[in-house]
């Protein structure tokens, strides 16, 4: 047997999943070769920057009625602070104004800001919406084939040339705002920084141009059979009785409706979203995709039916086969995946779950959390698994800091998660910690951050997590990104009203240069990115994970300790193959201690909260 299996007392057998070049039973699954190499930064379009102050949202583009007092929130304000006009609308932080806030971020922001995203390493950018919407997530979409006015610089223009068009491609213009998102498309592909973009084609918003026709046409509307329509208003009496099928019972966010067998989306919605999918992948029209988007990622996809996103790929795959779409889905979706012909999901449940429950609460045995890691990874056809989308938090979470800060509570409410964004707020639990993270909490990030740039499949990180961010659950997740050209005032306002200490809010230098590193460390080795996996015997003990990326002659060993003692790691030695030491998530290199080679092994010694990447070289 491996040596690996005399060494520890409570282990786990190894387990290996297939490498890209190796068969299973499935059906091929055709997967884009660059996805292999990504590594993913989501950005929030409205809080990520600035960059023109002319294009401001302004009262009357927001979806709710607010008091004339009403004014662009200061991106450098205290995020729990409240404003006058908040206070008109009432007394609690979360229901009375936080989500009427506008912060002004728009493209040219992230135009502007491109070169710090190229200066971190990344390669492909998740835009959240940007189509035109009121809300400031804009998964309340008003059009799909037009960017958001307010992104753009000239809004009022662009609302006035949307005006009269209709669901036809043949009315549609390009705004303003639209050849700014092109612009963008064009500068991030010069840096060699790919685009995906979020689509949201289950629901819109009221304000969707085929809904208001219908709001205001009723019956009449030739959008009617766009929806599914419970009841019509009758104009006889004052009140309004128009009912519809919505999004989970939220009347604001009105559900297209699907074919009469519920096998398809309607022939009207779906011939629309197949437009807008060619307009935005090949923009000019002239059968090259480059001056398109790089992929989809579709929000509640599983709630539309598979028929339509088989329809939708085919579509998709003859504009731009190396295109990418990526499903949001929390659970279990290998079935749905198959049926579908997405390339992957957001990969909560293979690698955010399993993160949780084992690095950051500590709560779950290092052995369990290898064998879930290996068999949610084993679920999936070989070339899928390189291109699942490893994120920790997202703008649907709490921060990766604050969950470690956080991560202490118990018991669960749904231990199976590890309540991953489950309750993760002061809204609803009043003993969420709001304060920024501190040393050892920082150490825990970095470990996190190490095993995200070491698996198998592509990492992405959340806007400004690589900056130290921090922050509850929405809202809280999505305050304004903290620049180092920025100076910040301290949170020191409470949502509950308590008195706290004021927290320091600034840029974290030493965490950004941290991911840029291991960002370069992922890119370096082909290993880290198209090799295979390899888990080693996990100590339960001790709480200590290791797994193996292998790459015909590259060879790397991944180890992390997140124990609170010193543990000493057998590292097989093969006879005349050297060990040596290549990254720490600490970065303090000089305590992780390499001794000399003994007869087959290396001892490595690790101290507490610490991840290490070893590179094993042997003879030619």
């Known amino acids: ?122 390669t492909a950018i998740y835009l959240n919406p940007v189509f035109h919407a009121r809300s400031l997530h804009k998964y309340d979409g008003s059009s799909f084939h037009h960017v958001d006015p307010h992104f753009g610089p000239d809004p009022a223009g662009d609302l006035a040339a949307m005006e009269k068009e209709t669901s036809d491609p043949k009315t549609w213009q390009w705004t303003t705002a639209d050849r700014l998102f092109l612009k963008l498309l064009e500068q991030a592909h010069a840096r060699g920084l790919r685009v995906i ?18 709001r205001e046409q009723q019956a009449a509307s030739p959008y009617a059979s766009w929806y599914t329509v419970e009841r019509f208003d009758d104009p006889a009496t004052p009140a309004s009785e128009f009912k519809y099928k919505c999004w989970w019972g939220v009347d604001t966010l009105p559900e297209f409706a699907d074919t009469a067998d519920g096998k398809n989306l309607h022939a009207g919605p779906a011939a629309y979203v197949l437009d807008i999918t060619r307009r935005w992948m090949d923009p000019d029209g002239d059968g090259d995709p480059a001056d398109g988007i790089d992929g989809w990622r579709l929000d509640v996809a599983r709630e539309v039916p598979v028929a339509f996103w088989r329809d939708w790929h085919a579509l998709v795959q003859s504009i731009n086969p190396e295109a990418y779409t990526v499903a949001e889905e929390w659970d279990e979706a290998s079935k749905f995946l198959g049926e579908s012909a997405f390339d992957a999901t957001m990969n909560y449940f293979g690698f955010s779950f399993p993160t949780k429950g084992y690095l950051i609460d500590s709560s779950m045995p290092a052995a369990k959390a290898a064998a879930e890691f290996h068999d949610r990874l084993d679920d999936h056809p070989p070339a899928m698994r390189y291109a699942m989308l490893n994120l920790v938090d997202s703008h649907d979470t709490d921060r990766l800091a604050s969950m470690i800060i956080n991560g202490g509570r118990r018991p669960y409410e749904k231990a199976d998660r590890f309540d991953y964004d489950i309750s993760v707020s002061p809204r609803s639990r009043a003993d969420y910690e709001l304060r920024m993270p501190d040393a050892r909490e920082r150490r825990i990030q970095r470990m996190v951050a190490l095993l995200q740039m070491t698996y198998l499949g592509a990492p992405m990180v959340y806007y400004g997590t690589e900056a130290g961010m921090w922050g509850a659950d929405d809202p809280c997740d999505r305050m304004p990104m903290v620049w180092p050209d920025m100076s910040f005032e301290p949170q020191a306002a409470d949502p509950r009203g308590r008195v706290r200490s004021p927290q320091p809010v600034a840029f974290d230098q030493a965490m950004f240069e941290f991911y840029r590193a291991a960002i370069a460390l992922r890119k370096r080795f082909l290993a880290l990115r198209r090799g295979e996996i390899e888990f080693l015997p996990a100590d339960d003990a001790a709480k200590f994970l290791a797994f193996r990326r292998s790459d015909g002659p590259e060879e790397l060993l991944v180890g992390l300790n997140r124990g609170d003692a010193v543990y000493q790691w057998r590292v097989p030695t093969p006879q005349g193959a050297t060990v040596s030491q290549l990254f720490t998530a600490s970065g303090e290199i000089d305590k992780v201690v390499l001794a000399p080679p003994e007869g087959d092994v290396t001892l490595v010694t690790l101290p507490p909260l610490e991840a290490v990447v070893l590179r094993v070289s042997r003879p030619e």
């Open 197 to 214: 973009i979020d689509g949201v084609f289950n629901h819109t918003g009221r304000d969707f141009f085929a809904f208001k026709n219908l």
């Open 1 to 122: 047997m491996d040596r690996w299996g005399l060494i520890f007392l409570c282990c786990t057998p190894l387990v290996a999943c297939t490498g890209p070049g190796e068969a299973r039973a499935e059906s091929p699954v055709h997967v884009p070769d660059w996805v292999a190499d990504a590594i993913f930064y989501q950005i929030f379009p409205e809080r990520f920057a600035n960059g023109d102050r002319a294009n401001d949202p302004t009262r009357e583009s927001l979806e709710d009625t607010v008091p004339p007092s009403w004014g662009v929130s200061r991106w450098t304000g205290d995020w729990y602070a409240r404003a006058d006009w908040e206070r008109e609308i009432g007394d609690n932080f979360f229901e009375h104004g936080v989500f009427h806030r506008r912060y002004g971020g728009d493209l040219q922001g992230i135009i502007d800001r491109l070169d710090y995203l190229q200066n971190l390493g990344v």
